[in-house]
């Protein structure tokens, strides 16, 4: 096992920071009060004053420092180790973006500092907007949404007001069995209901069982190409025709566009409107580090909806204009998380279109060279021994054969020091395995995951048990995710 | 694996028990055994109207979240209210304590649309290689 990367650290325990508190005990010390004290009560509403002090810990300066380092030893980044989570699209956040990001000019830019004092500021929205539209093909773009799923919500919320600006207010949307969760949930948070469209044998949306469905009373078609199985949807052109061609309007999920970049572009095949998750395909940090960004993108005729302000150029410099009058209105405040927004422009910048281009052949080239190494040991369901940017494996006929599920896999990648992939998702894989290597992975990085795999399928015949067990080389054993769902532990007793 | 024959069965591996014009819904054993242990069971509300092949709730595993869809039309009756603290009742007994509503029937034709064991026997055994 002292092979594989990554296993064996020190591993400190650590309690919660509360059961550290020693009664007082501070980390801080204050001045002498030289003005009159005030009684809270005083000065406050009545039920905002609390009867007693709240249970902040009371703990030293080293304590907290030493508390929080501990913790941060538990963590698994794509800075430790190879990250293949599905989908999530892990890729090496490059330290560059770090510095470009907290130069004091994009750090301590105050929001409310006027048009005329942040016009490098603003030209980096207007440009990055530019660019994102050029990757994707789409006519307009606002940097405004924080999040992948809050741009999905806009872009709904757009198709919405396009629809009910006509005339034609409508009631459902159609979402393949393959979508992101999120995809249900911005559905129904714009007051649509969802039905849901089956993938066919292969894994491809089907545009007879979309022509079906599809009638006045949808309003778009929700899909993401390439799909969660990681093959890229070879009917749009067909399935756009019609959705077009009843009214609708087509959104495209924009979280695997890693596979897309400078080889194809969601404008082009029929996308009407679609999310960019910065946060995946343009390098900036993620998960815990984050937060996300997930600008929206839009064909002309929505154009006019897109969320206010935007940045505009004009003869006198850049300024933010409010002057659209059929705006959606503001989605976030300020200008979206500018900083994640510097991020990706410092990203699209030092690769240019050549640089992006090589990104998506690389993402695509490491997740089949994978699939290769790997599919002898394990059942891959879809694709035809080809994918896009993931593959993604069944446990199937390992399970039928050794008992040995998804779950035990993964935690057989934890012992050996990789992140497990996603799993039991996408729903129509059975115990599916989603991996995700992304351009970043060098090719020994990739060769060193697929044998894991591979030693994890052996092991599963020889001693089984073993993968029951696992995780072992971990601060913790299995968790009981069980009851960690069922009666979850919420505040600290 | 248990499918009684006494049952009525959709696509979705929802089972129907027809007791004159009310039927009780539940998961059958296969859908306990591809979900693995359930962690909450979302219902609708008693008196809500539910319309076949629409979704009516979700089931929350440790895998993932699935959608549950009526299998007939009809009136919400009642709902099995011991699921919300004690949703381990579907892994344990999916054909009895684990029931999860029951619908006041509106059209009695839906009920004879749905799979019969055997046919649902047929069905899991088209998908479950």
Redesign the interface.
Known sequence: MSKHPGTRTIGFNEPLIFDRSKEGRSGASLPKLDVPPVDPGEVFPQELIRDEAAALPQVSEPEVVRHFTRLSTWNFSVDHQFYPLGSCTMKYNPKINEWVARLPGHANLHPYTPDRLAQGAIEILWETERMLGEVSGMAGVSLQPAAGAHGELTALMMIRKALSDRGDPRKKVLIPDTAH?TNPATVTLNGY??E?VSSNEEGFLDPESVAQKMDDSVAALMMTNPNTIGLFEKHIGEVAEIVHSRGGFLFGDGANLNALMGCGRPGDFGIDAMQFNLHKTFSTPHGGGGPGSGPVGVCEALIQYLPTPRPVKTDEGFLLSQDFPNTIGRVRSFLGNFGVIVRAYAYLRELGAPGLKKVSQMAVLNANYLLHLIKDSYYIPFGDGRCMHEVVASD?DLFKETHVSTLDVAKGLIDRGFHPPT???P?VV?GALMCEPTETESKEAVEEFAAAMIEIAELSRTDPEALHAAPQNTRLGRLD??AA??KPILKAE | MNIPENLRYTKDHEWVKVDGDVATVGVSAFAVEQLGDITLVEMPEVGDEIKAGEAMGTVESVKAVSDMYAPISGTVKTVNEELDDAPEKVNEDCYGAGWMLSIQISDPAEVEALLDSAGYKDHVASIDD
């Open positions: 969760g209901t969802v849901a199937r799993v039991y998702f729903l059975k995710e069980t769902a069922r």
